[in-house]
């Protein structure tokens, strides 16, 4: 079993950066894919990114690509999502989940372990 803890949210203006931590707590999070989704009040949770066991390919909705990066250090069971050029609709939880058995990175519905989720607010 995986414990993931999220960190780094806050406020932000509009053009700003933040970058998100998701510590892992748990001996096979190195066999874990990774994916990061968000919730904005109102709305449907939905995929932002994710990034293999291995962190050699990543994978981004098309609303933050070439904005957000995700990247891992398994050495430090961490996950990361630096998020740059952000807007006022990129306001949300963010969560990170992780997975052994994920096949279709962008399904919720196939990570098995989640955060607790951290804030970000863009003001504009």
């Known amino acids: 079993q995986v414990q993931l803890v999220e960190s780094g949210g806050g406020l932000v203006q509009a053009g700003g950066s933040l970058r998100l931590f998701c510590a892992a707590f748990?001996?096979?999070?190195?066999?874990?894919?990774m994916g990061w989704f968000r919730q904005a009040p109102g709305k449907e949770r939905e995929f932002v990114a994710a990034?293999?066991?291995?962190?050699?390919?990543?994978y981004y909705a098309d609303s933050v690509k070439g904005r957000f990066t995700a990247s891992r250090d398994n050495a430090k069971n961490t996950v990361y999502l630096q998020m740059n050029s952000l807007r006022p609709e990129d306001t949300g939880v963010y969560y990170c989940?992780?997975?052994?058995?994920?096949?279709?990175?962008?399904?919720?519905?196939?990570?098995?372990?989640w955060g607790q989720g951290t804030q970000v607010t863009v003001s504009s």
């Open positions: 748990g001996r096979t999070f190195k066999n874990y894919a």
């Open positions: 990034i293999t066991w291995s962190g050699r390919s990543a």
């Open positions: 989940a992780g997975g052994s058995m994920v096949t279709t990175y962008t399904d919720a519905g196939q990570y098995t372990n």
